[in-house]
């Protein structure tokens, strides 16, 4: 007799009420870099004038990295809890060969971005010091 694996994580909702998001949207899909994109784009094209600005955007992005990967480790779980689930290795073998190639680059380019901002130096030291 087979022994049926229960798959908790996928009982688990996110995003939690004890950790609720401030930047990526609730009922964001995951599925499609379609809808994964803007938000990508919208950090990119953020104007950083001032301290203020350089933390939210630091914020927001680490929020949106943050997501991304709770997003890639539930699909893993999901595939390898259940080896024998076709839909749960089709879903997680898509994140990680469509979707994760097309955000390296928008990582690079915010990474650049935060390296080029002029606030870095007074941010970071307050910024590290709060968080």
Known sequence: MRKQIINRVAEVTRPSQEYPRSYVPEDMNFSEWSNIEPVFQEILDRKLNSKEDL?????????LGSV???EGSRR???MTC????KEAEKAYLHFI???IPRV???SNKSNLKMIECPYLGETWTSFVTRY
């Not at 259940?82 to 689930?85: E, L, S, V």
Request: aromatic share 12%; hydrophobic share 35%; charged share 30%.
């Open 55 to 63: 933390e939210q955007w630091l914020l927001d992005g680490s929020e």
């Open 68 to 70: 991304m990967n709770e």
């Open 82 to 85: 259940a080896t024998d689930d």
């Open 104 to 106: 390296k680059p928008y």
């Open 97 to 99: 060969e469509n979707i």
């Open 76 to 78: 893993f779980i999901a």
